[in-house]
């Protein structure tokens, strides 16, 4: 099973890619997303973005336990939709998690888990300015080695702009439908 990893900017279309990619590597796919509703703002954005996925995805949250959801998962859907990494990167953060830990363990979990495909999402943090305060500076920098330890592990590596996915790594990109 080749798991992937999709980055990109703010409004990409990274996500609608990787959802492509995931509808089209498994017949039972589960969108888990990293989110929880904790304002009306979100939940406005989570109920919008399940209305779209109705029908096509299984949608579980689980803002902190990465690895032990993947695994969770495989055991009823061959194709897993991460949406998104640098969100989780944030939970983790804003509640003392060791976030160099949970990616090692995000890592040893990908090469060992086989039984579904999985797609992880994840905002390209890197290319703008450098960022003016220790906190943004630390998440940047987590965000960047996170990224970078999972383009090793990963088969397949892509980056959207403007909603055009560019092979990073591995099968190339599949075109818009």
């Given amino acids: 099973m080749r798991h992937a990893l999709v980055l990109g900017g703010a409004r990409s279309g990274k996500t609608a890619f990787a959802e492509r990619l995931a509808l089209r590597s498994g017949s039972k796919p589960l ?63 804003m509640t003392g998690g060791d976030v160099a830990t949970a990616v090692s363990e995000l890592c040893a979990t990908l090469m060992e888990f086989r039984s579904a495909k999985v797609i992880l999402v ?18 940047r920098d987590l965000a960047g080695s996170a990224h970078q330890r999972l383009a090793e592990i990963c088969d397949d590596v892509y980056f959207v702009a403007a909603g055009l996915p560019l092979t990073m790594k591995g099968e190339a990109a599949i075109a818009r439908d």
């Fill in 31 to 93: 969108y888990l997303a990293m989110t929880e509703a904790m304002d009306s703002d979100i939940r406005t954005r989570v109920e919008s973005h399940r209305a779209e996925r109705a029908g096509r995805f299984a949608t579980r949250e689980e803002p902190l336990q990465l690895s032990h959801a993947i695994l969770e998962a495989g055991k009823e859907h061959d194709a897993i939709l991460v949406d998104c990494l640098t969100l989780w990167i944030t939970n983790l953060l």
């Fill in 122 to 139: 994840s905002q390209e943090v890197g290319l703008g300015v450098t960022p003016d305060n220790a906190t943004a500076r630390t998440f």
